[in-house]
């Protein structure tokens, strides 16, 4: 870890547990670049993070679930959307460390990854509920902890969504040290921009904080991907100053940082009609990427994200520079392992996402 590297002292203090594979390759995008006018584009392939499953969730889950293992957890319980990439990431790595997993799920418009991805949960064991709106989730988690505390003896440890913890955040302010060290051998030039999909702002704020103590000029454009009340510039500031707390107390070294808001810009123009809600621009450069070089995106984080960099492109400002897409979906198909799963085996309020339509824009 390019972090402890730096602040050997982390290691002692933070725990942390190895799930991947770093560092995530950088390809610079030649085609694509020319096309759209942007010669220095190039790509992060977090993608490729974990098997079977990779993806940013798997940075956060090092220290997340290395966090529940020093606690001595023998559960974790997140939440997420029915789809969630987050929860698959932690049913896996759970399994993958004898850990059970429950998730917590809230209703979302379908697509075929959301099947995917709850087959996938369901093959990696983990224990699924659906509610219908916020506060029937907050009851069912009261409930569920306390299930779960008395047949074991012990509380579940609980996740934050998209694993967003302070310990999770510090799992990408390790990615901006790995990037430097790729920066430093020759991999790409110091990005000016990176272009990143925004939705609960721990990938975001890890960078931040990761560019910020190697005092890079890199500059994030965070694309929100989620509806604004669900996460905003105040979730951002407060995300940042619980992990530099955390960085800091675990660390005296370790420099206190501030945030200051020209330093966050988030880009909120290409959300469409709400999470998860695929958009023809969305689309559009899915189709774009996968047509010029065979890199596959999705309609609810990255077909979103590198929409907004196309449009940056478009209009010209992105000519004279370097710029990083950090592509945080999964690159792996997991199709082989799901194909004998039945839906019937899930519980029945998650049927509907195999027997009714998926939106349009995913037909
Ligand atoms: C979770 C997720 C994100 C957003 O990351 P946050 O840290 O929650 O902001 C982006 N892209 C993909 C593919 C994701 O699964």
Redesign the pocket.
Known sequence: MPLFELFPVLEERLPFVSLGKYPTPILKLDKLGEKIGVPKLYIKQDGLTARPFG???IRKLEFVLGDALRQGAKEVLTFGFAGS??CLATALCAKKLGLRSISMLLPQPNAHYVRRNLLMSLHAGAELHLYPNKPLLSMGTTVQLLRHRLKTGKAPYLIPP?G?SPAGVVGFVNAAFELRNQVERGEMPEPDLIYL????????VGLLIGLGILKMKTRVMPVRVVDEKFTDIHTVFQLHGRTISLLGSAAAVFPGLELSAKDVEIVADFLGEGYARFTREGKQAVTLLEETEGIKL?GT??GKTFAALLAAAKEGKLKNKVVLFWN??NAHDFSHSIKDMDYQQLPKSLHHYFEQEVQPLDR
């Open positions: 993806g940013n969730k990439n987050h998209g967003s999909g925004m939705g609960t702002a721990g990938t975001l999705d984080y990255t945080t979906l």
